[in-house]
């Protein structure tokens, strides 16, 4: 996760700093980059996914819609390379109009690719969200 995504959706940038910092010396996370912006992971996936459970479903719904839109205003410019990634958090954030928006955008991006199955994958969840048929039912599709 970026630095500042974080800062984007944070309430209190002091506060976030010694959290980050208290993290790091808990072994919880790692810093992975600092250059062009600073990122951090999670050591352990148990530790990340015993973290994210803990939330209320209604907050992380909030935070990834807030986390989407914060990738939304901080890469403008290079929305493409973001696609996928707003997909997952507007999905999660149940914001289904962004959500379908992105994953199409994210299969054409795919299919670009070469990475057919994957293409297929999102325009199938996309249409799952639409309320529409499977690709199979359409075949012209």
């Known amino acids: 996760f970026a630095r500042h995504i974080l800062e984007r959706i944070s309430t209190s940038p002091e506060q ?18 600092v250059v062009p912006e600073a990122a951090y992971m999670f050591k352990h996936v ?3 996914e015993m973290t994210y459970e803990t939330l209320l479903r209604q907050k ?5 819609g807030l986390v989407g839109r914060a990738i939304e205003e901080l890469y403008q410019e290079r929305i493409e390379e973001q696609v996928n990634l707003l997909h997952h958090h507007f ?9 379908v928006a992105y994953g199409r955008q994210a299969a054409n991006r795919a ?3 070469s990475q057919f199955h994957e293409a297929v994958t999102l325009l199938e969840q996309a249409q799952a969200r639409l309320g529409i048929g499977s690709l199979t039912d359409h075949p012209g599709v």
């Open 16 to 33: 976030l700093s010694k959290s980050l910092e208290a993290l790091k010396a808990y072994e919880l996370i790692q810093q992975i980059r």
């Open 46 to 48: 148990l530790t990340q």
């Open 60 to 64: 992380r719904k909030e935070l990834h």
């Open 91 to 99: 999905s999660l954030a149940e914001n289904w109009p962004k959500a």
């Open 111 to 113: 299919y670009r690719l």
